[in-house]
């Protein structure tokens, strides 16, 4: 059984900076990609950032060069660095892990609230 454990979620003034972690627990494949969601009220979740177990990276265009998405294989956990806040991002962000075996395994964490407010 895989579980995604995220932390690292709360209240920020605009500009600031916070770091989330998703720890991976169970089963993992070798070949994998590891991604953070969000989802603001009334909004559909949308892909943040996404590493590949060869650390390519993937970001949103709202996100890039202020965002950072990173790995550490050796404790299964990938973290997402986030700069200069905006209002915009305040989001329950969610992390993700699809891995391939015979077929296609795709896992979700509960969720981490973020709010980005004065």
């Known amino acids: 059984q895989v579980q995604l454990v995220e932390s690292g979620g709360g209240l920020v003034q605009p500009g600031g900076s916070l770091r989330l972690s998703c720890a991976v627990s169970g089963s993992i494949f070798r070949i994998n990609t590891m991604g953070w969601y969000r989802q603001a009220p009334g909004k559909q979740r949308e892909l943040v950032a996404s590493?590949?177990?060869?650390?390519?990276?993937n970001y949103a265009d709202s996100v890039k060069g202020r965002f950072a998405i990173s790995r550490d294989n050796a404790k299964n956990t990938v973290y997402l660095q986030m700069n200069s806040l905006e209002p915009e991002d305040t989001a329950v962000y969610y992390c993700n892990l699809v891995q391939w075996g015979v077929g296609t395994y795709d896992y979700w964490g509960q969720g981490t609230q973020v709010t980005v407010s004065s």
């Open positions: 590493i590949t177990s060869r650390g390519s990276t």
